[in-house]
Structures are given as structure tokens and as C-alpha cells.
């Protein structure tokens, strides 16, 4: 179809375009390599996480989880943009290769028509989508995309972005809409292609052929001169629209697939170790973007600024200064203008809290992981925050005054409320709860946690676990004044000194008391998520190896088993009414979600679901190391907003499987004064037991 002209133009607009995209990729991994690790990146462990990362890609499974409409309307796009890779080189092989129609130019017809199929269906579906959220954005004013006067932007975000956003979704309409016009003028050609006899038109392209009969009448030579200009229109453009497509938020394409490969498989709120015995090290935490870990630098990359992040996070939802979205999209913009030099080795030339985050943002975060579950490209935000708190402080010593109790007192005491170890069996007088010196053959460990064994109200829950494992004649026991905290508060506060100090002596502690003969293993149950987070997923890196079951877990499976038995009319008042609340480091951090309804369910309980559950729980507040401190300013508590919503509910009881969560939302009750009852589901069960 080319002439040689517009051949020759052609490659040389090509190579062009691919010199371009080679040096801005190439600039991005030189960025990446800056990065903590960066050096050591494991690409065999990528190649195992291909399959997932494909599904991903394919089924756009992230997006699914808010948003319903702009999801659906964004899937048109990206299925239509990810098509258009296949149907460009298509395009472009067709006019270089006269007599050629991509892909099999008629040997094999239902593949030929089925690839026109798919193209004719997505560009129309692509143009729908973009069309739809172009018009969402810049018509409705949708609320979406605006952040808080109090969140730190990049001074040119808060235009660029919406900028950026109409550049390339104009692009995007340019490029495909030039694609089907090129194509309608190629049916109105009477016998261009074997396959197209007029007045039928292309079965294969039911939207083409339709637009292609506005054409009828046209002259030949007419009709040839529009196929060209819309091949240019349409391939040109893209080519030409590279080097700003690799700079906007739409390298999202290529990058967010390429994050679900890359990114190293571990939970949300799995850390990364410090070995203060190596003495080598001379930063800990974050303070400049290229301290991040690598894949936070490739966050920054695959983010595409849609803030839903902002719009799970506790923090910012209560109005405070953190938005994860805009902490992103600051890394972005930053790493723009100084890539260049960071990733020819130089410093960065202003630290994170200078342009990424301010301070007050980086104390609200809860660290619930809301942000890490809802991103549609895999970003994980909070890290980044509690890499920032590590860099406060170890290396500055700044930190919310308030912290400095709970840190002396994990220090000192083993406990963030500075009680004596001495004082640590208390909540067990009158029950009958053996300790590891007095029963050696215990099969479960109960890891009471700090706030069971301290709280007067976490105390309550402690006390009636203990009731069900007696009642199930359960062989257990605890660790008594030996038992320690597990150092999760002091790990996201960022004082990972003391978390080091926790972890080392526990896990020594408990390689001890757990060693069977024959190498078989004893199970440990908690109560608190956070202490059973900490001990199955961090533990591991000081050497302990644990299976960890949190309480409603092992109360659904003596029940399961029979060694539980009910009697729903002997449950009090109210208690049968119940809703529940997924603990954020239960749920969504750990993925137990059934078992505390299982257990409800055979204390004869009916669990009605608040509106935000599961993996789109909302936090309580405490997460975060917030326990422990003033919650930043805002317009409301979390722990009040997440009262409210049960209230609303309409239900007597609002049901918990956190200690955590106990605490922060029965001072949210005081403060309400709601007749609500906040019961842990082993109180509901305890209640429940049969005589």
C-alpha cells in the first residue's frame, strides 16, 4: 500500500521512536538499580510469578474491587490498547507488503476473521471507554481525582495531572479512531482484499462496514488518499507520541505488568529485616527516594493515578494529610526532573519529606494494607511510609512524643504498657491456664499477646478463650512472665532496634519451648492478629518457623471437630444480633476471613456483614503503632467512623477477633455513647457453651 517514500519516512520515524523508547527504558532501569537491592534483583523468582502476573494483566482482576463503571470502561480501553500492540505490527506489515493482509492473508479465513473481529469489537469499545472517562473527568467533575488542601502534591501535579490525563486520552481516540477510519475507507475500496465483495462488505467488521457505507459514491483514487492519510494517522501518531507517552502516567501499561512479574512475593505488611550485627550499614529506613527499596522506584512507574488508595485509606477518609495516591505521584514527578542524575549516581537534591510526603502523613498511616490490597497495578504505598519512619527514628530520633512510653516500655519492660514481666499472669487468676514449666507437653502454645494479658477489657477475651480451651479439654499452655511482645508496634513505629531486640530473644525463646523430639511441630494460637502477623511472617528471618493459628481459627476447628457444643439460648441479650469486623492484620494482612465467621455461626450467632468487609474492612485505628499515640488531625477519628458504620447496621452486637480493635472501638462507644456491645468472638462463644 506504501509508496517507497512514505516507506522509507516510515522506518526512519520508527527507528527514531524505538531510539527514544531505549533510552527511556534503559534510563528507568538504571533509576531501578539505585534502589535498595536494585543489584540483586531475582529474576528467576519473576519467572515463577509469570502465570499470575499474565492473569492479572489479562483478566485486569485488581481493578474489580471499587468502582464498578470506570473499571468496566477502563477494561474497554486496556483490552483495546493491549490488542492494538498485535493490531499496529498488523497494520504496519500491510503496508509495507503489497498484497499482504496481516494476519494470513486468506489462507486461513476464520483466523483472519476473527482477528478483525476482535479489532473491529475493541476499537469501538476502546473509543466508548475512553470517551466515558474523559467525560467523567473533565465533564462530571468527578470527585475522584482531587486531593485534601492538607495532602503535599508536587507543585506540577495537581495541573499535570489532569493535563497529562486529557493529552493522552485524546491521544488514545486520535490513535484508535484513525485506526477504524483508515479501516472503513479499506471496505469502501470495491475489491481491494479477496475476502471483501461488495455490497456485503466485511461480515468479519460490523462496525467498519457500517461506517464504510458513508463512503459509498467516493472515487477510487479518493478513497485510496483517505487510507493513507488514516495509516499515517493512525501509526504515525503513535510513534511520535512515544517519548511523552514514557514520561506521562500511561507507561502504566508496560510498567504495571511488569510490577506484578517483579515484585518480590510477600505479604503487605511483611518488612524487610535490619542485622544491626553487621556493622557496615550507615543508613536505615528511607530519607531519599533512591534509600526506597527498588520496587518502590517502580511503583512510581506503574502508578496510575487513579486514587483509590486515598480512597481505602483510614487516614485520608477521616481526613487527614496522607494520600498513598499522592505519594506515588510525587515520586513520579520528582524522579522526571532529577532522573537523569539519579540514575547517573548522583544524590538526589531534597529528601522525601521535602516532596513526597509530609511528616504529619507519614505518623496517620495505620499501616491496614488498604492501600496495598485496592491498587490496581500492585503499588505498595505503605512500605514506603514505614521506610520513612525507620529513617526518622534510627537515624534522627524524631518521633511522635507519645511513642517514647511504648518504646521504653518494650525495652525495659517486654511490653508497650510498662508493666512488670511479674504482673504479666494476672488476667489468669481463678482459671485454670498451666504455663509451659508446669505442663511440658502442651500441644498448643497460647500466645496471649500484650493487650489480652494487660487491658482490663482485652483482658476479658483472654479469660473467655481460656473458658473454650478448657471447655474442648484442649491441651495448652502459655508462657506466663517469660512471655514478651512480639515487638509489631515497635517494628511499624520504625524502631526497628527495639523490634530486633523483641524478635532475637523471642524466637530463641520459643525454638526451646516448641522443640519436640523427631522434629515434629507444636502449634501456637493468639488472640491478637498482630502478634500472629509477626510471629508467621517476620519471625522467619531471625529463625522461627512457626505454625500460627489466631484463636477463631482453632475455635471453628474444635467446633468442626465436635469438641465444642452450643447452646444459643444461653447466649446474653443482644448477642445473637451480630455484625462483625475484619481485623485489618487478620484479614487482609493474613487472609483469615471465614473462620471467626464459622465460629460465630456455630455459637448459633447469624453475622450480618457491615457494607465495608473482608478485604475491604476499614481499619479500626490502632494499626501502625496508632495505639500508642495522639491520632493526627483530622476530621474524625477512624475508630469513630468505623463505629458509625456499624451502628448504622442496626444490629446489637458488633463482634471482633482483635484486642486492637477492642480497645479503640470501645473508646469510640464512650465517646458515641451508643447502647452497641463490643464483644471479641471467644466471649460470644464462651457465653454460648452448653452445661
Not at 286 to 296: G, K, V, Y
Amino acid at each position: 500500500m506504501l509508496t517507497l517514500i512514505e516507506k522509507v519516512l516510515f522506518i526512519a520515524l520508527a527507528g527514531w521512536a524505538t531510539y527514544q523508547g531505549y533510552l527511556a527504558f534503559d534510563r528507568i532501569r538504571r533509576i531501578l538499580r539505585r534502589g535498595r537491592g536494585g543489584e540483586a534483583i531475582d529474576w528467576r523468582a519473576a519467572l515463577t510469578r509469570a502465570q499470575s502476573a499474565l492473569a492479572k494483566f489479562i483478566t485486569l482482576s485488581p481493578t474489580w474491587q471499587m468502582r464498578l463503571g470506570p473499571s468496566l470502561w477502563h477494561a474497554f480501553i486496556a483490552w483495546g490498547f493491549t490488542y492494538y500492540l498485535l493490531v499496529n505490527i498488523g497494520d504496519g506489515l500491510n503496508g509495507f507488503l503489497e498484497g499482504y493482509r496481516f494476519p494470513t492473508s486468506g489462507l486461513l479465513p476464520v483466523v483472519d476473521g476473527v482477528y478483525r473481529l476482535l479489532a473491529d469489537l475493541l476499537t469501538v469499545a476502546a473509543l466508548a471507554g475512553m470517551s466515558a472517562l474523559l467525560l467523567r473527568r473533565f465533564a462530571l467533575g468527578s470527585k475522584d481525582f482531587e486531593f485534601l488542601q492538607s495532602t503535599l502534591v508536587h507543585p506540577k501535579a495537581r495541573a499535570g495531572i489532569r493535563r497529562d490525563s486529557a493529552i493522552v486520552g485524546g491521544f488514545i481516540l486520535f490513535h484508535v479512531g484513525s485506526r477504524f477510519l483508515g479501516e472503513t475507507f479499506h471496505l469502501a475500496i470495491p475489491g481491494d482484499v479477496e475476502f471483501i465483495r461488495r455490497p456485503e462488505k466485511d461480515v468479519w467488521q460490523p462496525f467498519a462496514s457500517a461506517v464504510s457505507a458513508l463512503w459509498d459514491g467516493m472515487g477510487l483514487n479518493t478513497l485510496t488518499v483517505m487510507q493513507h492519510v488514516f495509516f499515517w494517522c493512525a501509526l504515525g501518531s503513535i510513534l511520535l507520541f512515544i517519548p511523552y507517552f514514557l514520561r506521562s502516567k500511561h507507561i502504566h501499561i508496560f510498567m504495571a505488568p511488569l510490577n506484578f512479574l517483579f515484585k518480590p512475593g510477600r505479604r503487605a505488611g511483611q518488612l524487610e529485616k535490619i542485622n544491626f550485627d553487621d556493622e557496615s550499614l550507615t543508613q536505615f529506613g528511607a530519607a531519599r527516594i533512591e534509600q526506597l527499596e527498588w520496587p518502590a522506584l517502580f511503583d512510581a512507574y506503574a502508578c496510575i493515578m487513579c486514587n483509590r488508595c486515598q480512597d481505602a485509606c483510614p487516614a485520608h477518609v477521616t481526613g487527614k494529610a496522607l494520600s498513598p495516591s499522592a505519594l506515588e505521584i510525587n515520586k513520579r514527578y520528582f524522579l522526571n526532573d532529577e532522573g537523569a542524575a539519579i540514575a547517573a549516581g548522583k544524590e538526589s537534591s531534597m529528601g522525601l519529606l521535602d516532596f513526597a510526603i509530609s511528616e504529619a502523613a507519614v505518623w496517620a498511616c495505620t499501616a491496614c494494607g488498604a492501600c496495598v490490597q485496592v491498587c490496581p497495578v500492585g503499588n505498595e504505598p505503605m512500605r514506603d511510609i514505614l521506610d520513612l519512619r525507620r529513617a526518622l527514628v534510627l537515624m534522627e530520633n524524631k518521633f511522635p512524643e507519645q511513642l517514647q512510653t511504648a518504646f521504653r516500655g518494650m525495652e525495659r519492660q517486654g511490653n508497650p504498657w510498662n508493666i512488670s514481666p511479674s504482673q504479666r499472669m494476672e488476667w489468669a487468676q481463678g482459671l485454670n491456664v498451666p504455663t509451659v514449666e508446669q505442663n511440658p507437653d502442651f500441644e498448643i502454645l497460647y500466645w496471649v499477646g500484650c493487650a489480652p494479658a494487660t487491658d482490663p477489657r482485652a483482658r476479658q477475651t483472654a479469660r473467655a478463650f481460656v473458658e473454650v480451651l478448657n471447655a474442648a479439654g484442649l491441651n495448652f499452655a502459655v508462657l506466663g512472665k517469660s512471655e514478651a511482645c512480639t515487638g509489631d508496634s515497635a517494628r511499624r513505629a520504625g524502631n526497628e532496634a527495639v523490634f530486633f531486640q523483641l524478635a532475637s530473644q523471642n524466637t530463641e525463646l520459643l525454638n526451646e519451648v516448641l522443640a519436640v523430639e523427631g522434629g515434629a511441630k507444636r502449634r501456637i494460637v493468639a488472640t491478637c492478629p498482630h502478634c500472629l502477623h509477626t510471629l508467621k511472617n517476620e519471625y522467619k528471618d531471625f529463625g522461627g518457623d512457626y505454625d500460627l493459628l489466631h484463636h477463631t481459627q482453632l475455635i471453628a476447628e474444635l467446633m468442626a471437630a465436635g469438641r465444642l457444643k452450643t447452646d444459643p439460648t444461653r447466649l446474653a441479650q443482644g448477642a445473637a444480633n451480630v455484625t462483625f469486623h475484619d481485623p485489618c492484620y487478620l484479614g487482609r494482612h493474613n487472609g483469615v476471613f471465614e473462620a471467626p465467621r464459622a465460629a460465630l455461626q456455630g455459637a448459633g450467632v447469624a453475622v450480618t456483614e457491615l457494607p465495608r468487609n473482608r478485604t475491604q474492612s476499614f481499619c479500626c485505628g490502632a494499626g501502625g503503632a496508632q495505639m500508642w499515640k495522639e491520632e493526627e488531625h483530622g476530621g474524625e477519628r477512624v475508630s469513630h467512623n468505623r463505629l458509625n458504620e456499624a451502628i448504622a447496621a442496626g444490629k446489637d452486637t458488633l463482634a471482633v477477633g482483635c484486642p486492637f480493635c477492642m480497645i479503640m472501638l470501645t473508646d469510640a462507644k464512650t465517646a458515641i455513647k451508643t447502647e452497641m456491645q463490643i464483644k471479641d468472638v471467644a466471649e460470644i462463644v464462651a457465653e454460648g457453651l452448653a452445661k
